[in-house]
């Protein structure tokens, strides 16, 4: 797809997500919206391998939504990519529909249960590292939550990849500022960001991460197979993008929009996709 | 089981590695994680099979997850450390990446209770097998001499499931002749006949055991000793039969009783209906930070023979 065919996909995926979650009562759309543009790409941009038809084709790319509760943001592509029968999208955490509230390697498309934060970075290390000793072309790209680099495990994890020059991992940090209670640099301070991950041995971008211009440049760098270790794509961007009411704002993680909230949100979103 | 594997003089983990390496020579897809524990048998692995050997930095977490994609890729892992490390550093990575996916990652904590004596809290395990036990569909086995170290290690790359499997640090004099198939097969066998009451153990406790069985018979009480192999699952129906002769029960471990062995074995019996009279014997209700080796330790925490035998034959008369 070319950008402008990038960006409708991204105004729609904004305003699948937001539905799915008016429909259910469930669901995060704010971190799911932050990194729309990143999900987009990968699917619709050529930057990742994956088998609708077989969606555990060994050769296929792996994508860890390691901010599980993000993980939504991937149904509606993996419904309209043809991973799961059209129709599915409605039947989010139905127990008869097979898109659950948080994401397990039983849906197809799904290749890890997150939700709980510092987990995706290191089986995606795993997946990576077998792909590498067994001489597989195997790329895995994981999108963390800045929140989740308070987590030690994520450190250990890029330690570990950077020692063994895993240059078919892709770690994107989904900066939005916010977890649930405050901004992250109230709470307890994440910057700086990028020369944390340089330090620690990623060949690191940085980008806005809500510009799709900025995101296909970056993937492309990323998978360009000039980097001899691991990448890091801080993407800055904005939690609930797309949403005026939800942008930055913390206390949008899990709450529930009303009626009225909920024409203003679609008047915003179908702006957008026009 | 390999032949190869050195018997009988030889330190549990070391055994196990060696049968592991065995095999791994032979099957490229068996992957063993250290967290910087080393091990005589180690050095072997790492010089012959570099490729199938991953040092995970002493990063109890990544090695977890990082097993789990290995395991996901298709590899038969082991994740190995002392026991405290590799159970409760690492605990929610083994429960969300490794348990809740149903990955077959074999976890090996190395020097259970009071193994790493002298070395106090930090390197004690006496709570793993209460944490380890509340994981949903894992199989615990707990190594009592070098037989069941080698079978546990067969059992491990021939049949992959999720297991921890815990390993003394001291060299467990043997129980079981070669290829004896009683605890595999049953996971809680009588090794030593006894009358009206049994003692059941696990690990370095079975080997206490017998010492306390000798206290007694002074005492005039003859107890048989059982084996506990696997403590999860239990099989209600072997526990029935093997308890069948013995009206009173003692369990004895070097473990805190909340949820210890002595606890499983409790349960079980509840479920099985067996209805009879309990002592449980394991380490006091708290951290003991003295030193003077293994035998002082288990002393002060009330798990050594005399101790044991004490409590026995109070329960007993």
Not at chain 1, 33 to 41: I, K, L, N, R, W
Not at chain 1, 66 to 84: N, R
Request: proline share 4%; aromatic share 8%; charged share 25%.
């Amino acid at each position: 797809m070319n950008l402008t065919e990038l960006k409708k996909k991204c105004a729609w995926l904004r305003r699948e997500a937001f539905e799915m979650v008016v429909r259910s009562k469930k669901g995060h759309y704010p971190s799911s919206s932050s990194c729309v543009e990143m999900v987009v790409a990968l699917f619709y941009g050529g930057f990742m391998k994956y088998n609708a038809q077989n969606p555990k084709d060994p050769a296929r790319d792996r994508i860890f939504i390691s901010k599980g509760h993000a993980g939504m943001v991937l149904y509606p592509i993996l419904e309209d990519l043809g991973f799961v029968p059209k129709g599915e999208l409605l039947k989010f955490t139905k127990p008869d529909g097979k898109f659950r509230f948080y994401p397990d390697p039983t849906i197809p498309g799904i290749e890890a249960i997150t939700g709980s934060l510092g987990h995706g970075m290191g089986i995606a290390a795993g997946h990576c590292l077998a792909a590498k000793r067994d001489g597989k072309n195997i790329r895995s790209f994981v999108i963390i939550g800045d929140g989740e680099c308070y987590e030690g495990s994520t450190w250990e994890t890029a330690m570990f990849a950077a020692h063994h020059h895993l240059d078919n991992y892709v770690v994107v940090i989904d900066r939005n500022q916010c977890i649930i209670m405050d901004h992250t640099e109230k709470c307890v301070k994440l910057d700086p960001m990028a020369e944390k991950w340089k330090a620690f041995g990623f060949h690191t971008i940085e980008i806005n991460g809500n510009s799709i211009e900025e995101v296909t440049k970056a993937l492309a760098e990323a998978t360009s197979g000039k980097i001899k270790g691991p990448v890091a794509i801080v993407a800055n961007t904005v939690k609930g993008k797309g949403v005026s009411y939800m942008e930055n704002r913390p206390d949008w993680h899990n709450k529930m929009p009303n009626d009225e909230q909920i024409a203003t949100a679609r008047k915003e979103l179908e702006a957008v996709a026009a | 089981m390999s032949d190869k594997a050195e018997k009988p003089k030889i330190l549990p983990r070391d055994a196990f590695i060696d049968e592991v390496f065995l095999a791994a020579k032979k099957n490229p897809n068996i992957y063993f994680i250290t967290i910087d524990l080393g091990a005589k048998a180690l050095d072997r692995f790492r010089v012959e099979l570099p490729n199938q050997l991953i040092h995970a930095g002493i990063s109890e977490q990544n090695a977890m997850d990082v097993a789990a994609g290995l395991a996901q890729s298709g590899k038969i892992v082991y994740a190995y450390a002392m026991a405290p490390f590799v159970t409760l550093r690492c605990y929610e990575q083994i429960k969300v990446a490794i348990a809740s996916m149903f990955l077959p990652v074999t976890i090996i904590g190395n020097g259970v209770g009071y193994s790493y004596n002298d070395a106090g809290p930090t390197h004690y395990a006496t709570e793993d097998l209460s944490c380890m036990r509340a994981l949903g569909g894992i199989e615990i086995l707990t190594a009592s001499d070098t037989e069941t170290v080698l079978q546990t290690a067969h059992l491990t790359y021939t049949k992959p499931a999720l297991r921890y499997v815990r390993l003394d640090r001291a060299f467990l004099p043997d129980i079981y002749p070669s290829g004896d198939k009683r605890f595999m097969q049953d996971g809680i066998v009588e090794i030593e006949s006894g009358k009206d009451a049994c003692i059941i153990a696990s690990g370095i406790a079975t080997h206490i055991a017998k010492d306390v069985k000798k206290i007694l018979a002074e005492q005039g009480h003859n107890v048989a000793i059982i084996d506990a192999f696997r403590i999860k699952p239990i099989d209600g129906a072997v526990l029935k039969r093997v308890l069948n002769p013995y009206s009173k029960i003692i369990t004895l471990e070097e473990h805190f009783l909340s949820g210890g062995m002595g606890g499983a074995i409790v349960e079980a019996m509840a479920d099985a209906q067996i209805l009879k009279p309990v002592k449980r014997i394991g380490v006091r209700d708290q951290y003991f930070l003295e030193n003077g080796g293994r035998g002082y330790i288990q002393g002060l925490a009330g798990v050594d023979a005399k101790s044991a035998a004490k409590t026995a034959a109070e329960f007993l008369k």
